[in-house]
């Protein structure tokens, strides 16, 4: 298995010893999940991190019988249910394969462990965790400021992987509109 992606990716946040490099490839795992497995179920805790080598995955919370989508993410991004592994609790979101998936991974008991032995681990998930709050924020602003229209302009221009390959449902519920709502936005830009 070859683990340069993952590294490669946690290198974006940070220089990594190549002690803790050697000790981090020996802890990185694979998994393949088919366009509807998940990886992370409401109620369930999870356990891992997961860096997605290919497919595209969207996390979702469960209102009454409606999901509503929370973020979407692809090649060289990463998948946790956040608050379940900072936490320790059970997650409040699935996180379901929208294609076919191939995935690295680390438990995050070995991740705490890194975070623990090696200081610039402990800097890259800081870091990493820092660009989480800032995404969320940017998520917050989105929907107290901007309107539905602009909402869509924004994740097509950021995110256009997204627009080229989600379901639109999963996307209008994404934007908190309905289908039609989305399909008369994209008829007029």
Excluded at 23 to 42: F, N
């Amino acid at each position: 298995m070859n683990t340069d992606a993952f590294v490669n990716f946690m290198k974006r946040y940070g220089d990594i010893t190549p002690d803790a490099e050697k000790d981090l490839r020996e802890r990185v795992q694979s998994l393949q999940r088919a366009k509807g497995q998940t990886i992370i179920r409401i109620g369930q805790r999870a356990t891992s991190f997961f860096y997605i080598e290919e497919g595209m995955v969207r996390s979702y919370y469960q209102y009454g019988s409606k999901q509503v989508a929370i973020w979407f993410s692809a090649e060289n991004d990463t998948a946790a249910s956040i608050s379940s592994i900072f936490n320790d609790l059970s997650s409040c979101e699935t996180v379901e394969c929208i294609e076919d998936c191939r995935f690295l991974y680390i438990t995050n008991r070995d991740l705490q462990d890194l975070y623990r032995k090696y200081e610039c681990m402990n800097t890259i998930g800081r870091r990493m965790t820092e660009e989480y709050c800032c995404d969320l924020n940017n998520r917050v602003y989105s929907f107290q400021v901007l309107s539905a229209a602009e909402r869509y302009r924004e994740l097509r221009e950021v995110y256009p992987a997204v627009i080229n390959r989600a379901p639109l449902q999963y996307i209008a519920s994404f934007l908190g509109i309905s289908q039609e709502t989305l399909s008369r936005i994209r008829h007029t830009i």
